[in-house]
């Protein structure tokens, strides 16, 4: 059973640092990963997706990276801003099946950026 | 067109209250997907539905019904729900080739 883990719980930074969120799954026999923005009571904004062939995608200030051997992801974020703030949640779909749409959530990185 | 709509934004019911959530995406996608997301925690895959059809239920209890009438359009049809059902309803859609899934604003549902 795959298994997500998002690392830290939460962050606090000041504005203009670049910044790291982790996340880790437990089969590497992933199709995707995909890295969301969530606002407090909105839905998820997709951010980043990664196919398992892939090694990064840059979106902006925003680079992901994928090492799928190790079962690593990690979001960078140059130059945080306050509008920043939010919850950032890594989810990953498998390979096979009707495994292929079903996404499993890490329990998400609260980012604070303060001015 | 990247969006998918929902509605209501919220809604109110009893426990025994029938009442529909609705979704709708233009964007050609072929799968689209419920999910439950309680306060402070990550969304809940509840059924997922490719090419119109029921492919997967996360072993959902009956008071949640699903329905798929055609492309672009996805319901939930609630009834007799319980004060623990009360949660934030997603509805997300993506093509079944990159699987990259979008998702609609969410309806606050809360059970009294």
């Known amino acids: 059973k795959q298994e997500v883990t998002q690392i830290p719980a939460a962050l606090s930074v000041p504005e203009g640092e670049n910044l790291v969120l982790n996340c880790s799954f437990t089969?590497?026999?992933?199709?995707?990963l995909q890295w969301f923005r969530q606002d407090p009571g909105k839905g998820l904004t997709s951010l980043l997706l990664i196919q398992s062939s892939q090694r990064e995608q840059t979106s902006g200030r925003l680079n992901a990276s994928l090492d799928k051997s190790s079962g690593r992801s990690t979001l960078y974020i140059a130059a945080s801003q306050p509008g920043d703030s939010a919850t950032y949640l890594c989810?990953?779909?498998?390979?096979?099946?009707?495994?292929?749409?079903?996404?499993?959530f890490g329990q998400g990185t609260i980012l604070t950026v303060h001015p | 067109d990247t969006e998918v709509t929902q509605t209501p934004k919220h809604l109110v019911m009893g426990m025994t209250n029938k009442k529909s959530l609705k979704c709708e995406q233009h964007?050609?996608?072929?799968?689209m997907y419920w999910y439950k997301q309680k306060a402070k925690k990550p969304p809940e895959l509840m059924f997922v539905?490719?090419?119109?059809?029921?492919?997967i239920n996360e072993s959902v209890p009956s008071r949640f019904s699903p329905e798929c009438p055609n492309s672009s359009l996805l319901n939930l049809h609630l009834h007799a729900l319980q004060p623990e059902d009360s949660a934030l309803y997603l509805c997300?859609?993506?093509?079944?080739?990159?699987?990259?899934?979008?998702f609609g604003p969410g309806t606050r549902l809360t059970v009294t």
């Open positions: 089969d590497s026999a992933i199709y995707n």
């Open positions: 997300a859609s993506s093509q079944l080739t990159s699987y990259e899934q979008y």
């Open positions: 964007m050609g996608h072929r799968a």
């Open positions: 989810a990953v779909s498998n390979a096979g099946g009707t495994s292929y749409g079903k996404l499993t």
């Open positions: 539905y490719s090419y119109e059809k029921l492919s």
